[in-house]
């Protein structure tokens, strides 16, 4: 069988020469050919009647026009047809019968835009994108010239080249960034005419940050160029894929869509389910820093079914990481981290008829454990003191020099950040085999929620993780609700009801089971308990082998809870064999948060709500007197608050 062919465009029918088909089949003789093909009975009558289709011999088909073809008209006929063999049996075939160009159509100037998101500013010269002028024939560039116009300025055609024959542009390495005009002459040699190609093209910067906190989505039944196209189903929408995302992602934040960067599209050819073909998107938000990817990630998943419906489109993912998927993990049961790696010499091109994107290639690579991935440098860089905290060297190893003792750990990560029945969002964590979660808290309330990363919207896919973590006080007893994808079990640890104690509560889970533990909590032993401040429970066994891995997608949420879904829809949904209490938001103070040798930075949130760092640090109140406001500062030490 045949399943490509081509046929040149203006031919009359009887100067056009036939497709020839011809039939086979795999079978034996007595099930085999001879075979006969007819037009497939759903195929549309405007398009079966522009062919005849004629046998000439066993198992032989001739395929003609009968009007002559355009294609500015159609470019691509996919037509089916219907095979029987010999015993009847039939099945569907297709051609791909393409309209060959003929440079027919007259050109006139055109304009484009070409974006560069050039990563650190190190891409090297390279090819981003082509001149485009306006003209129906798209396979005539062999006939055309390009010339730089002499409009275009001194510094434009310094840092771009044209190629004299393809009209390929080339960004040298070094451009800015910022937007230049380039303009080029175009001359169609076969139909003698001239015209103007106009690309602006922008070019955009992006910083380590830029991409390190970045959210990630996959978007179903799309590809890279027709997310670039203005056209949809072939008519012109004036306004493509591409943007209208960056529209949604702007709203979700409440920003411009000149503060989102969509900086990166790839094609993924996939099965069914959670693999599923499409396109992966990565891009970041900025303000003042760039937002977090914990931020980014949460929300898109939050208003996931708002954008869809917005855009007309399914996404299949949000937050791009197989670690997160147990079943699928290139871990396994191990230890998973994901980092991203870009590359700095192939960046992704994405063109279509007048807009193209020059993206940063992301490589998503992964280490089946829980340590440090990178041994730490010994000489100071930016960013390794946080907090302002300034860097020194000491016996080579690196420390930092912080704003105090108290509030602040090894390199600057504020240790305290004080609660008023709101939330903050983290960064999640990790995927590790053996896992210790540890925190200390002060409060005067009897109740609040402490932590909870998991779920908080109904399985919104296939395999979407189950997991969560839930430590929540209730009248002075400390509960932990934990799912590691097998069951949900409960460990509750009472305390003192004592506002002037500091507790230290410390949760571990791996393959043995699952410990809680509330340092010196205060409670006498008993005959019942006689470790009452310490409990450890095996882990559920609903399957032949209990997953000890915390598979958890979204930040992690301390304090509170941001709007999500009930407690009791979200266990119906995946199936929590025990249901978590709703609880007040925390009041108190969070004296310090770890995850294994990861001490969180409570100064590294940028969605939170009622939450202020240091834990003594003065609250600020907006008095509004008419059209003028006052800043009073209320000193709100904990002392205080008792």
Not at 72 to 82: A, D, I, S
Not at 428 to 444: G, I, M, R, Y
Request: with cysteine.
């Amino acid at each position: 069988e045949k399943s490509y062919a081509r046929i040149l465009e203006n031919l009359e029918p009887h100067l056009v020469e036939p497709v020839i088909i011809e039939l086979d089949d795999v079978d034996s003789e007595d099930h085999g050919c001879p075979c006969s093909l007819e037009f497939h009975a759903q195929t549309p009558a405007h398009i079966r009647d522009k062919f005849t289709l004629t046998p000439t011999g066993r198992s032989r088909y001739r395929l003609s026009p009968v009007e002559v073809l355009d294609r500015e008209e159609q470019k691509v006929y996919r037509l089916p047809f219907t095979a029987r063999d010999s015993r009847g049996m039939a099945g569907t075939r297709y051609l791909t019968l393409e309209v060959a160009d003929e440079n027919d159509s007259p050109m006139s100037d055109g304009v484009s835009t070409i974006k560069v998101y050039n990563y650190q500013g190190q891409f090297p010269a390279m090819v981003i994108g082509a001149v485009h002028v306006t003209d129906a024939d798209d396979d005539d560039r062999q006939d055309k010239t390009f010339d730089v116009d002499a409009s275009t300025s001194l510094e434009v055609a310094t840092h771009f080249k044209v190629d004299y024959y393809t009209g390929d542009i080339t960004m040298l390495k070094g451009t800015p960034a910022g937007t230049h005009v380039l303009r080029v002459k175009v001359r169609d040699n076969y139909r003698q005419e001239m015209a103007v190609g106009e690309s602006r093209i922008m070019v955009v910067d992006l910083t380590l940050d830029a991409v390190m906190q970045s959210g990630s989505l996959r978007i179903a039944n799309t590809t890279t160029k027709d997310m670039l196209c203005q056209t949809q189903q072939g008519v012109k929408s004036g306004t493509s894929l591409y943007e209208r995302l960056k529209k949604q992602i702007a709203s979700i934040h409440q920003i411009t869509e000149q503060q989102v960067d969509v900086f990166s599209l790839r094609d993924v050819v996939g099965g069914g389910g959670r693999g599923a073909g499409g396109v992966d998107v990565r891009y970041n938000c900025h303000s003042s820093p760039y937002y977090t990817a914990p931020r980014l990630d949460g929300l898109m998943l939050t208003n996931r079914e708002e954008v869809s419906r917005a855009l007309g489109v399914d996404i299949l993912l949000v937050d791009i990481n197989n670690c997160l998927y147990e079943h699928s993990s290139p871990c396994g049961s191990k230890s998973c981290q994901h980092t991203m790696r870009p590359n700095l010499t192939a960046p992704l091109v994405v063109a279509s008829d007048t807009a193209t994107l020059v993206g940063v290639d992301i490589a998503d690579d992964y280490a089946c454990d829980c340590g440090a991935l990178e041994p730490l440098p010994s000489v100071c860089f930016p960013g390794f003191c946080y907090n302002g905290g300034n860097c020194y060297v000491r016996n080579n190893t690196l420390s930092c020099e912080c704003p105090d003792s108290s509030n602040y750990g090894p390199r600057c990560e504020l240790l305290t950040a004080r609660f008023e029945r709101g939330y903050a969002w983290f960064e999640p964590l990790t995927v590790c085999e053996h896992s210790t979660l540890s925190l200390a808290f002060q409060t005067n309330d009897r109740r609040g929620v402490l932590a909870y990363s998991g779920p908080s919207v109904p399985s919104p896919w296939l395999h979407y993780p189950r997991d969560f973590l839930y430590v929540v006080l209730r009248d002075w007893v400390v509960e932990t609700f934990l799912d590691l994808g097998t069951g949900t079990l409960n460990i509750s640890i009472p305390i003192e009801a004592n506002s002037d104690r500091i507790f230290e509560y410390m949760l571990t889970w791996h393959e043995g089971g699952v410990t809680a533990e509330v340092l010196d909590c205060g409670i006498n032993m008993t005959k019942e308990t006689e470790i009452p401040c310490r409990r450890t429970i095996p882990l559920p066994r609903l399957s032949n082998m209990p997953s000890h891995l915390l598979n958890v997608q979204g930040p992690l949420q301390i304090g509170g809870v941001a709007p999500m879904s009930s407690f009791p829809e979200l266990a119906e949904s995946y199936k929590w064999t025990l249901v978590p209490p709703a609880a007040y938001p925390f009041s108190g103070c969070i004296l310090e948060l770890r995850h294994n040798e990861h001490i969180y930075d409570l100064n590294a949130t940028d969605y939170s709500k009622n939450t202020f760092q240091p834990c003594d640090a003065p609250r600020t109140s907006r008095v509004v007197l008419g059209q003028q406001s006052i800043i009073i500062i209320l000193s709100s030490l904990f002392s205080l608050l008792r």
